[in-house]
């Protein structure tokens, strides 16, 4: 079973930029309803999507470097990156069908290369 790991704004490019797979950043708080909410989601789709997407979490009260570097201004934000690159954004609690759409649709663009 895979579970999201904690990635730092030291650690940020060699676990997100230089990664050899997509990976989906989730920028939280401790303190913050919605990402407490949205924190079993981001377990299940660790596990759904393992070995075909890296999931990390990203603390921006301990790591406020990244989030402003990426302009994250309201949590939980969910940041998609492919080849390094940002390439989707969703801000706010969604359901977990609109994330796998987002996700699915990172992935099959990754496979189209």
């Not at 939980?76 to 994330?99: E, H, I, N, S």
Request: net charge negative; aromatic share 8%; charged share 20%.
């Amino acid at each position: 079973m895979s579970h999201p790991q904690a990635v730092s704004d030291a650690t940020f490019q060699s676990e997100v930029i230089n990664a050899n797979l997509p990976v989906l950043v989730d920028f939280w708080a401790d303190w913050c309803p919605p990402c407490r909410a949205i924190a079993p989601t981001v377990e299940e789709l660790a596990n759904d999507y393992d070995g075909k997407l890296k999931v990390m979490k990203l603390d921006v009260d301990a790591n406020p470097s990244t989030a402003g570097m990426f302009g994250v201004m309201s949590i939980p934000t969910l940041l998609f990156f492919k080849d390094g690159k940002l390439a989707d954004r969703v801000v706010g609690y969604q359901p977990k069908a609109k994330l796998q759409e987002t996700i699915d649709s990172l992935l099959k663009s990754a496979a189209a290369k």
